[in-house]
Structure formats: structure tokens, C-alpha cells
């Protein structure tokens, strides 16, 4: 078998393998991320364009999750097969070594991880933040007003501070006509009204905003609780009753906002990082300026006129400053010059310590996007020498196997980002510490593959072997 040809057939097994874990995982991911956010999207009346972009949006995220995992799945059953069919022991006997296998699949694995950091550098990041955006517009949207026959519809108004309760026997949607409508308003605490009418009329005004009904033939009945038989009937032929913010709108917003670490490529989180770090420098060089000011001032040396110390000075000439600063407790709060540099001092410290974090934040994202992205190109490393000691498990070895490796993987990536989130230990250590620990293992198992055997569990033929190596020698001249 020519080297192309067999570059060439393990790639299209594995093509098979990859897209049928790649839906299958992409689409049980899918269906949980979908399910934690459905709540906020029930009873908001999105138009169905809204859902399908809320749908799109939220795919990325599972795929940044569910590719590595599939190129996992895809290496294992397609090394799986190979073995259980003899095909690699017919290449070992052909002269083709077992470690040549592995070539194209580093190259494909080299391409899957190019494309991911691509996706992970310009489409993630977009979709992350347009999807966030999608979401707050639907937050901020009242509920639907897509009114209903026969039961009781609430709307609420106002961004929720008043609520109206109204049936109706008929809605036409199309001419937005009522027929024997009652609106029950209870948000006075003095004042129960309740209004009947024969029919009505809905409109919302230019912005779409407030909603308008036009009562006709009615009757009003009112409760006046601030007094003992208060009631009060009011008869009218028409009457417009004004909804304020119930607009069915849904108001969409796009760009503009802050990006939060998620929703940054890697240019952005670079230049967010160096900003950080700058602006911490910049603190640090000020905190020791402040020091040595605050040193000179005691000392009674002369200071620049600029800084803030001069105030300080001065109050401390002052005959009663010390009551002024003082509150009966501390030695300390006595000495107005003592009181401003530990005020200014923790005022620096605490503005370090934010920006530390945010800088240290950008760059665990950073961490974090790489490695998921190599971690691709790890599992084509440790996914062969794995199937090939487990030929005869097939598919419940596939999933046992890349279930386990998926679960101590993210246990490690989502450990390394809370200890590096924390400052428990670097970003770029903690973030690679999975990739290098599987890495390391893969290697380990590749370097034995060409003494390996395939047969079950990899030990079959190893163990006939040594049961002919220890046989005892026939003596010479015997007959055999």
C-alpha cells in the first residue's frame, strides 16, 4: 500500500466518525444551553427571526466545547475499527511501522486546530457578544400582548410598576377589535376599578410604546376603600384607557456595548492585558511618589506645590486639626498626615489589586483559547495508542473511554481557571497543565507502539511470547 494511499484512507475514516460525534455532541450541549435560557424567552412574544437568531447565536459556544471532544471520539473509533479488522496488524506485516499512522492524523489535527483558533479568535468572540446583546434586548422587553380569547391576560405597565388584568369573549388580531371586554385595575391602594364594556378598539401610538384602548358602551364600578360604603358607578359611550410601556416591540440595540473577556479576540484581550498592565505601572510609580512625598512632609522638607500634600500641610498647621481628623480611637487618625497617606495608600492598592485582576482575567482567556484549540491536536496524539489496547470494546469503549478523558480534562481546564482567576498560580501554566499532562501520557503510549500488540486489551501476543521463550529446551538430538 502506497504512503498516499494510506494517508488518503485514514483520513476518510475518520471524516465519517468525526461529523457524527461533532452533531451528536454539539447537539446534547445545544439542547442544555438552550434549556438553562428558554425561561426568559417564554411569554415575551418574540417574533420567530428573533428565535432562530437566538438558536444561531448560541451554537458557537457549544461547537468551542464539542469539537475537541468529537476529534477524541472520531481517533478512537476509527483506531477501534482498524484493530478489531486486523488492518493494522496487516500494516505492521506489510512493513509499514505503527507510528506511521499517526502522520496524517497530525496533520489533520493540525488543520482542526488552526480552524479552531481562528473560530476561537474572530467567531466565538463576535457571537458571544451579539448574543449577549439579543439577550439583554429580550430582558428588557415587557411581555406579550399578543392577547388571548376567554382567559385573563395581565399587562403590565410602566416597566412592571402597574398591572392590569382584561379578558375579552373576542380578539380579532387583524382589525384589533374587542367585544365584551372587562379590565380589572387594582393598582391603587384607595381605588378598585373595574371596567365593562360592550366592545373596544386597540392602537399603539407612533413608537409602538403605549398602548391604547378605546372602550365603548360601558360601565365603570369603583371601590373607594379609604371610606365606609364608598362606591361609585360611572356609565360612559366611549372612554380611552392609555397603557404606558407595553410596547410589543422588541428594541434591538446593536454594538456599542462594553465586551467582556468572552466576547474578545485575541488582538483585543492582548490590548487589554498591555492597558491593564500599563495603567498598574502608572499607580505603582504614583504610590511611590505619594510615599516619598508624605516622607518629606514629615521630615519637614519642602514639597511641590502641586500635590495634594500641601493641603495636608496645612491642615496640620492648623491649630485644631487633629480634632478634625479624630474620633476618640485611634492614635493614628490624630496625625492628619498619617491619615492621608494610609487613606491614599489603600485607595492605590485596592485600584492595583482591580486592575491586577483584570489583567490577569484577559490573559487566562487567552490561555484558555489556545488550549482548547490544541487540545485538538493532543487528542490525535494520545486517541490512537489508546484504541489500539482496546480493539475488541467498540463503541462502549469509545464512550467510556473519551467520556473519562473529556471529564478529567475539563475538571483540569475549569480548576486551572478558577486557581488562576484567584492568583493561586500563573495563567500559563494552570491553563495548559491538561494539554501538557495528556500530552505527555500520548507520547509515552506512541513510543511503544511499534513493540505494542493488537490483539485484546494489547497484551495477547506478548504473553504467548513469553510463554514459548520460557518453554524448556528440547535436548539436542531429541526427536521432535
Known amino acids: 500500500m502506497r504512503l498516499g494511499v494510506l494517508s488518503r484512507y485514514l483520513i476518510k475514516i475518520h471524516i465519517g466518525p468525526f461529523i ?5 455532541i454539539t447537539g446534547l450541549i445545544f439542547l442544555n444551553a438552550v434549556a438553562q435560557r428558554i425561561e426568559g424567552l417564554i411569554g415575551k412574544g418574540l417574533p420567530w427571526t428573533v428565535v432562530v437568531e437566538f438558536l444561531v447565536l448560541s451554537l458557537p459556544h457549544t461547537i468551542a466545547l464539542s469539537l475537541p471532544m468529537s476529534v477524541l471520539v472520531a481517533v478512537l473509533y476509527s483506531f477501534t475499527e482498524l484493530a478489531s479488522s486486523n488492518e493494522i496488524m496487516a500494516m505492521s506485516a506489510g512493513g509499514i511501522k505503527p507510528t506511521r499512522v499517526l502522520v496524517p492524523l497530525l496533520g489533520m489535527g493540525a488543520v482542526v486546530t488552526g480552524a479552531m483558533l481562528y473560530f476561537n479568535d474572530q467567531i466565538l468572540p463576535e457571537s458571544n457578544h451579539r448574543l449577549k446583546n439579543l439577550l439583554v434586548d429580550i430582558g428588557r422587553k415587557s411581555p406579550t400582548l399578543e392577547l388571548r ?48 364594556a360592550a366592545s373596544g378598539e386597540m392602537a399603539f401610538n407612533a413608537e409602538k410604546t403605549d398602548l391604547y384602548l378605546t372602550l365603548f358602551d360601558g360601565v365603570v364600578h369603583e371601590v373607594q376603600t379609604d371610606r365606609i360604603g364608598g362606591f361609585q358607578r360611572v356609565y360612559f359611550d366611549k372612554q380611552i ?18 465586551r467582556s473577556d468572552r466576547e474578545m479576540g485575541f488582538k483585543l484581550l492582548t490590548e487589554s492585558v498591555s492597558a491593564r498592565e500599563a495603567e498598574l505601572d502608572s499607580v505603582r510609580i504614583d504610590n511611590r511618589e505619594k510615599a516619598l512625598q508624605a516622607l518629606r512632609l514629615a521630615l519637614g522638607r519642602p514639597i511641590d506645590e502641586d500635590t495634594s500634600m500641601v493641603g495636608t500641610m ?46 490577569n482575567r484577559y490573559k487566562v482567556e487567552i490561555h484558555k483559547k489556545l488550549a482548547i484549540a490544541f487540545a485538538c491536536l493532543v487528542f490525535t496524539i ?26 478529567i480534562y475539563w475538571l483540569g481546564l475549569i480548576g486551572g481557571e478558577t486557581l488562576a482567576d ?22 509515552i ?9 493488537y490483539t485484546a486489551r494489547g497484551h495477547g501476543i506478548s504473553r504467548v511470547a513469553r510463554i514459548f521463550r520460557s518453554r524448556p529446551q528440547q535436548p539436542e538430538g531429541a526427536s521432535v
Open 314 to 359: 496645612q491642615l496640620y498647621q492648623t491649630r485644631n486639626s487633629a480634632r478634625a481628623f479624630t474620633d476618640g480611637t485611634s492614635l493614628l487618625s490624630r496625625d492628619p498626615i498619617t491619615q492621608s497617606v494610609v487613606i491614599s495608600s489603600r485607595t492605590r492598592a485596592s485600584r492595583g489589586a482591580t486592575l491586577r485582576a483584570a489583567a
Open 445 to 453: 503510549l506512541v513510543s511503544r507502539m511499534g513493540s505494542a500488540t
Open 149 to 196: 380569547e376567554q382567559i385573563v391576560n395581565e399587562i403590565k405597565t410602566e416597566s412592571g410598576v402597574d398591572v392590569y388584568f382584561m379578558t375579552a369573549d373576542r380578539i380579532d388580531q387583524v382589525a384589533n377589535k374587542l367585544e365584551e371586554v372587562t379590565i380589572f385595575d387594582s393598582n391603587s391602594s384607595i381605588r378598585k376599578r373595574t371596567t365593562y
Open 20 to 24: 457524527f460525534a461533532l452533531a451528536t
Open 422 to 443: 484567584r492568583r493561586f498560580a500563573d495563567p500559563a501554566i494552570t491553563m495548559w497543565l491538561a494539554n501538557i499532562v495528556f500530552l505527555g501520557v500520548g507520547l
Open 382 to 407: 494520545i486517541g490512537p495508542p489508546l484504541a489500539l489496547r482496546f480493539r475488541t470494546g467498540g463503541v462502549g469503549m469509545v464512550a467510556a473511554t473519551s467520556s473519562g478523558i473529556f471529564a
Open 241 to 258: 384607557i392609555p397603557l404606558r410601556d407595553v410596547g410589543n416591540e422588541l428594541e434591538r440595540r446593536f454594538g456599542g456595548s462594553d
